[in-house]
């Protein structure tokens, strides 16, 4: 099991362009959450789907950001237009509903210059 | 959802157990608690969860008082790879958003 796989590890990129964040979640999972990290505000839950749905976007911080997942196997995370503010790590975690513990990707390290 | 305190810091000697403890004095009937840990630069991991009894498995015990309004995470043997942040959270049955606080940064020491 290679776990959940997030792309790019890195990615540094100018303000006002769009940044797309990527996850493999873990086969065989239903559950897919997004979660932001920074110093100041910790982790942050953005938004989560069971079985390809969104179920709760209330985390997502502006309508600069969407997230999709067109199947079972990948999500993504969009910022358009990216600004240094969403300098962060971001994580992806999937897990069964219902069952207890998330297992969550290295992440990916955004820096907006 | 329920909060959580934690001390921001602690010290352990290695091959010492690691006593992490953890208040939620607001928990309601139907919350779990859930335990966490966030390695430097790595996503957090899961370490264990309970509802009233004591449970154990091979990373870790968790012991929650009688009362339920406290817990402790017992590492019982810490090496210096278990250093990290540690969050205890506190979320109802069948809950899918895991709320995280600050956390207690755990070094082991050589």
């Known amino acids: 099991d290679a776990g959940v796989i997030q792309s790019p590890r890195h990615e540094v990129t100018e303000m006002g362009q769009e940044v797309t964040l990527r996850c493999k979640p873990i086969?065989?999972?239903?559950?897919l959450f997004w979660y932001r990290q920074t110093m100041m505000r910790g982790l942050e839950l953005l938004i989560y789907?069971?079985?390809?749905?969104?179920?709760?976007d209330s985390g997502m911080p502006e309508d600069r950001f969407s997230a999709k997942m067109p199947n079972a196997s990948f999500s993504t995370l969009k910022i358009q237009p990216s600004e240094p503010r969403d300098s962060a790590v971001y994580f992806c975690?999937?897990?069964?509903?219902?069952?207890?513990?998330?297992?969550f990707g290295s992440g990916t390290r955004l820096t907006v210059v | 959802d329920a909060k959580t305190t934690q001390p921001p810091s602690m010290d352990c000697a290695e091959g010492r157990a690691a006593n992490l403890p953890c208040n939620h004095s607001t928990i309601s009937g139907n919350e779990y608690v859930y335990w966490y840990r966030q390695i430097h630069s790595q996503g957090p991991q899961y370490i264990i969860h309970g509802l009233k009894n004591n449970e154990t498995n091979e990373m870790a015990s968790l012991i929650i008082t009688e009362d339920r309004k406290s817990s402790t995470l017992i590492l019982p043997h810490a090496t210096l790879r278990d250093t990290a942040v540690y969050y205890c959270i506190v979320s109802p049955q069948g809950a899918q958003k895991l709320v995280f606080g600050q956390g207690t940064r755990l070094t082991i020491n050589p």
């Open positions: 086969s065989g999972h239903n559950s």
């Open positions: 789907f069971n079985n390809n749905v969104p179920i709760d």
């Open positions: 975690a999937s897990g069964i509903r219902g069952r207890f513990g998330y297992t």
